[in-house]
């Protein structure tokens, strides 16, 4: 089974400052996909970024970068720019085929004005 | 995106009583479905993974009596929560995926209590 370790429980940021998210995985798969989610008060689950593993180019999608470190088996998360509608729960997910997900705890981010 | 539609978004029931939870994918064929169950501030804890037209597969743990599943059909997955006790009160979470996918897509949630 594979397990994915966040070590950080909750984190801080100031409005407009950068915050990163660490997430660690354990698997002895070549293939498969990593990726954070959101979840807001609202609870609903919103899908931030995806990695593939066989892709050596770290994911982007706008203020959301990833720091895909396969060897290590590392995963971090960046938000840059940081806004109060980045509060959320954020999960890091390593899924294998077929698309079983195996979440990791959970960092609290909040954002502060 | 793929959308998954999630109803009842909350429901309260006597403790007792059954109630019932689906799970429809509104723009694809959802072979496999997942079902979560999550406490406040702790991760999703995956209960059951069914496939259409086969029996659920459970977690280690989950009762399956008490957690029934059905996937009848391509779009729809239920889970019956049946003789419902105050400690079922929690939030349950589906997902959907297609033969092939890469990525699930989740409900929004439904937020039980038990009284």
């Known amino acids: 089974a594979q397990t994915v370790t966040q070590s950080q429980p909750e984190m801080s940021v100031q409005e407009a400052e950068t915050v990163t998210l660490s997430c660690t995985y354990d698997?002895?798969?070549?293939?498969?996909?990593l990726f954070w989610y959101k979840q807001p008060p609202s609870r609903q689950m919103i899908l931030v970024i995806r990695?593939?593993?066989?892709?050596?180019q770290n994911a982007t999608e706008n203020r959301f970068s990833v720091n895909f470190q396969k060897a290590a088996k590392s995963f971090s998360l960046k938000i840059s720019d940081s806004q109060l509608g980045d509060t959320a729960m954020y999960f890091c997910?390593?899924?294998?085929?077929?698309?079983?997900?195996?979440f990791g705890a959970g960092t609290t981010v909040t954002v502060r004005a | 995106g793929a959308v998954v539609s999630q109803h009842p978004s909350w429901v309260i029931c006597k403790s007792g009583t059954s109630v019932k939870i689906e799970c429809r994918s509104l723009d694809f064929q959802a072979t496999t479905m997942f079902w979560y169950r999550q406490f406040p501030k702790q991760s999703l804890m995956l209960m059951a993974t069914?496939?259409?037209?086969?029996?659920?597969?459970?977690e280690q743990g989950v009762e399956k009596d008490k957690f029934l599943i059905n996937h009848a059909s391509l779009t729809l997955s239920t889970l019956t929560v049946t003789s419902a006790h105050p400690e079922d009160s929690s939030f349950y979470i589906c997902s959907a995926s297609w033969t092939g996918g890469t990525e699930a897509f989740f409900g929004q949630g439904t937020r039980l209590t038990v009284v």
């Open positions: 698997t002895s798969e070549n293939n498969y996909y």
């Open positions: 990695q593939e593993a066989y892709k050596q």
């Open positions: 069914s496939n259409e037209g086969s029996k659920a597969t459970y």
């Open positions: 997910a390593f899924m294998k085929r077929p698309t079983k997900l195996s």
